[in-house]
């Protein structure tokens, strides 16, 4: 298997520009999460899905920020409009069955960074 | 609300020296407990975790951990570490199966550094 497929894996932008990130996740995982890496914060998740419905988008930090799952094998995370404090390494996961979810260890993609200048 | 600690930010170690790196954690009840690492520029992998059972767990790369309950402590260990063991090391932790299904908490990460 692929593992979890991240696109870009560089993004440079400006100031209140559209900022989009995909991930595909390994195939037949029933959970996807995104997380957000920054050196102030460490690793925060943002949002996640099981079986392509949002469970808890507690973590989105404002209405800027958007995330959809259209199907079990893509999902993006929308930024709109971007602002410099949105650099960070944006992360992608899936987790393999639903049986798993407590005791099951995540599959982390490689990231997307984003820089908004 | 479960919370994990990671008290180091970085921890230097001779190359064939033990390691350690610490986690502390605060959950009610039995907790599942992870260590992941993250080399540069990748995402994070998974090293090795705690469900139950024997409280020393052994993972990837000649690593383990062991869970301490007294002291809510799930610290990684390596007896002889190594310059590719350089990276970054987070701790994670879950409630447990009766609290639903909760995502994991990480902690902030330990920069690993082994010195030839």
């Known amino acids: 298997d692929a593992g979890v497929i991240q696109s870009p894996r560089h993004e440079v932008t400006e100031m209140g520009q559209e900022v989009t990130l995909r991930c595909k996740p390994i195939s037949g995982h029933d959970y996807l999460f995104w997380y957000r890496q920054t050196m102030m914060r460490g690793l925060e998740l943002l949002i996640y899905f099981n079986n392509n419905v949002p469970i808890d988008d507690s973590g989105m930090p404002e209405d800027r920020f958007s995330a959809k799952m259209p199907n079990a094998s893509f999902s993006t995370l929308k930024i709109q409009p971007s602002e410099p404090r949105d650099s960070a390494v944006y992360f992608c996961?899936?987790?393999?069955?639903?049986?798993?979810?407590?005791?099951?260890?995540?599959?982390f993609g490689e990231g997307s960074r984003l820089t908004v200048l | 609300a479960q919370s994990v600690a990671q008290p180091e930010d970085q921890v230097n170690v001779a190359e064939g020296n033990p390691l350690t790196v610490k986690c502390t954690y605060s959950?009610?009840?039995?907790?599942?407990l992870f260590w992941y690492v993250q080399y540069p520029n990748r995402g994070l992998q998974f090293l090795l975790k705690y469900i139950t059972g024997d409280n020393l767990v052994k993972g990837s790369y000649g690593f383990e951990a062991e869970f301490n309950k007294s002291q809510t402590s799930f610290h990684l260990k390596k007896p002889s570490a190594l310059v590719s063991d350089s990276a970054l090391y987070f701790c994670?932790?879950?409630?447990?199966?009766?609290?639903?299904?909760?995502?994991?908490?990480f902690g902030k990460g330990t920069r690993l550094s082994v010195i030839a």
């Open positions: 994670a932790v879950r409630p447990p199966h009766n609290s639903g299904n909760t995502p994991l908490v």
């Open positions: 996961a899936s987790l393999p069955t639903p049986g798993q979810f407590n005791t099951g260890e995540l599959f």
């Open positions: 959950v009610s009840g039995n907790p599942y």
